[in-house]
């Protein structure tokens, strides 16, 4: 018997029990449209993670006091970044921007208005890493750096509580009791990762003495020429400061670098163990789904078993049998896997419908969906095969005999 | 020519467990030549049915050996045992054996379709020409009576031009004038050349047969023509 014949014969069987045909399938509908509903939330959740974690800036290394952290957090702290370790960073091969960041915290007041602030002291540099936009005035400028100005640039929120009725621009602000001009506020960010609104931008030099006394920066982020050049960088930058800080080989370093490329790795490994979770959930009711495939299948090798001993009384070959019902198996599968596909897509279309929500990033990978495709075949292969062996193995004339 | 030569045949079930065991088919030595019309008869639990069965290569037997047409089929495997069934042998069954989602046609067609046919169609309807049904070629066997059933089911076993129809009793389930339509054509497919075996515990069928054998306890006991075998014509 040919191959289509097969088919065709194994299409009939299924189609003379459609009621028991598509709630066999009913199980890999729900698997196949859990693993790619599941699959889909989990890579939609970290490409969301990431385009936040990449607007931060894919091209930056953040230089931040204290050891290396390796294993177990360590409890002290050494501060050891200076300003003019800074001021030198420039010089290191491939960094287009360094940017010292000194952050303190302190109440912002003007008439009766009052909120509390990050305050943190930069350079010019601190706009362009930061890819900070100005809503009105002008950035911080080395001039008042170097003078140690009273100038400062407000953040949206910072600039609504203190001035509701706008115009600030030349006005003064206090922070901790000083006076200090404000010479420009920022674009609102919206909410989002550690918002710009809420913080208030100084002079690093003022900073340092006059507001908070401090000999050390909290951080210096470096601008690297290119995405490409991340890792290059931060070995060189990592020796440059170990030699300015004159530590033998052998030293820990007193000062730890980390890339947005290592976060992105990590999260990448934390989603990425998070959606193998949900899809591994998934994938345990497509098994029930087959499971459910093989007690219909062994179910109907019994009913069918007089059927299956004429067929061979008039010559069917074993191997004709076997693949009869294997076809059967299969095709449940599949037809369950079509249907399973276009169930977890439309869940898909129905969490996309919330853009604002975590979910709403969703999206369906082309390989999920292949996966879905061919575990549902091999789920119908495997459990398909031993009712279809069972089948081929009768002897004709005790199947013909079977009451 | 022989058609069918049995020597010291044996079937025996359950051979592994010796309290339950059963000789069915008991060293039993059969030769049959071409175009012969033989009845089959003895008591019920003679063998009969198991003989049919081995004869139809439907079982293999126990020991002993069975050539068709010169092979030992006896030693074939289940490919080459298909193959048999399917091209070389006609099986009867009493209780028809069609199956209930196919129309007469497709169950007359279903041996073509195992032996991959070019032109199934046609064949299955000169088949059904031949038993008289062609129409009812599109009926489900439910929407037929007992007599067009069997004839269906002849339709199916005459279909690949076998060398040897085998029937175990094909007129058991059916009424005595239908029994004997039945018997009629399965007797015009013989004067056409086909090699017929039936079995019957009917000896009405069996003494319109050019000869018999009678079983016992898996042996053959007596054969010979009808009047031999079973004694003058009973007249009451
Ligand atoms: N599948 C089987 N398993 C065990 N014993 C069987 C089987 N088929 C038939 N027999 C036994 O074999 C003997 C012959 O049976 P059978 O060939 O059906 O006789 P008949 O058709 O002449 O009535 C009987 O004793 C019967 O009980
Ligand atoms: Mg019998």
Redo the contacts between chains.
């Keep these: 018997m040919s191959i289509l014949e097969t088919i065709r014969t194994a299409l009939r069987a299924l189609m003379s029990n459609k009621m028991r045909s598509v709630l066999t399938m009913l199980g890999v509908v729900i698997g196949v449209s859990a693993v790619v509903a599941m699959l889909a939330l989990g890579e939609g959740t970290k490409a969301d993670i990431e385009t936040n974690i990449r607007s931060l800036g894919a091209d930056v290394l953040t230089v931040r006091n204290g050891p290396a952290q390796r294993g177990a957090v360590r409890a002290q702290s050494v501060d050891s970044l200076k300003l003019e370790d800074a001021e030198a960073l420039t010089a290191v091969d491939n960094v287009t921007a360094v940017a010292p960041a000194s952050n303190g915290s302190a109440q912002i007041k003007r008439l009766a208005g009052n909120i509390g602030a990050q305050v943190i002291g930069v350079t010019p540099a601190y706009f362009q890493v930061q890819k900070l936009n100005l809503e009105q005035g002008s950035a911080i400028t080395d001039a008042q750096v170097r003078g140690r100005l009273h100038t400062c640039v407000l953040g949206a929120n910072v600039y609504n509580t203190l001035f509701p009725l706008g115009d600030a621009i030349g006005d003064h602000v206090k922070i901790k009791g000083l006076s200090f001009q404000v010479v420009g506020v920022l674009e609102s960010k919206g909410s989002g990762f550690s918002s710009a609104d809420d913080n208030v931008l100084v002079p690093i030099t003022t900073h340092m003495s006059t507001l908070f006394g401090r000999q050390f920066v909290s951080s210096i982020t470096v601008q690297v020429a290119s995405e490409d050049l991340i890792d290059t960088a931060k070995t060189d930058v990592e020796a440059f400061l170990r030699m300015r800080h004159r530590l033998k080989p052998g030293d820990d370093s007193d000062f730890n670098i980390s890339s947005t490329k290592d976060v992105l790795e990590a999260v990448g490994q934390i989603t990425g163990v998070m959606t193998a979770f949900l899809a591994a959930l998934a994938a345990i009711s497509l098994v029930v789904g087959g499971i459910g495939i093989m007690n219909i299948m062994l179910v109907s090798v019994s009913e069918r078993t007089r059927e299956i001993g004429l067929r061979k009384a008039v010559g069917a070959r074993p191997e004709v049998v076997l693949l009869q019902f294997l076809v059967e198996a299969v095709t449940l599968c599949l037809v369950g896997c079509g249907v399973g596909l276009a169930a977890g897509l439309a869940c898909v279309g129905i969490m996309r419908a919330f853009p604002e929500s975590a979910v709403g990033k969703a999206s369906a990978p082309f390989w999920a969906m292949a996966l879905a495709v061919s575990v549902s075949a091999l789920v119908g292969l495997v459990f398909g095969l031993f009712p279809a062996i069972k089948a081929a193995r009768l002897n004709p004339i005790d199947a013909l005999r079977h009451e | 020519m022989n058609v069918i030569e049995l020597v010291n045949l044996e079937k025996v079930y359950h051979e592994d467990m010796p309290d339950i065991a059963v000789h069915a088919v008991n060293k039993l030595n059969l030769a049959i030549s071409h175009g012969e019309a033989v009845g089959i008869v003895g008591p019920s639990g003679c063998g009969k049915s198991t003989l049919m069965?081995l004869i139809?290569c439907?079982?293999r037997p126990t020991r002993g050996s069975y050539l068709l047409e010169d092979q030992d089929v006896a030693r074939f495997g289940?490919?080459e045992l298909?193959?048999v069934?399917?091209?070389r042998i006609g099986?009867v069954?009493q209780t028809f054996?069609l199956?209930a989602?196919y129309t007469a046609l497709e169950n007359v067609m279903?041996?073509l379709?195992?032996?991959?046919d070019p032109d199934p169609r046609a064949k299955a309807l000169t088949a059904l020409e031949r038993v008289g049904l062609s129409n009812r070629a599109h009926h489900l066997p439910t929407e037929l009576s007992g007599g067009q059933k069997q004839r269906v089911a002849i339709a199916?076993a005459l279909v690949?031009t076998p060398a040897i129809l085998l029937a175990d009793e094909p007129t058991g389930a059916l009424d005595s004038r239908t029994g004997s339509e039945i018997l009629d054509l399965l007797l015009e497919l013989n004067s056409h050349g086909s090699t017929l075996i039936i079995v019957t515990h009917d000896l009405g069928v069996a003494r319109r047969m050019k000869r018999v054998v009678k079983l016992r306890d898996g042996r053959v006991e007596a054969d010979g023509s009808p009047e031999a075998v079973l004694g003058a014509v009973d007249t009451h």
């Design positions: 069965q139809g439907l079982d289940d490919n298909a193959k069934r399917n091209k099986f069954f054996n199956l989602r279903l041996p379709k195992y032996s991959n199916r690949n």
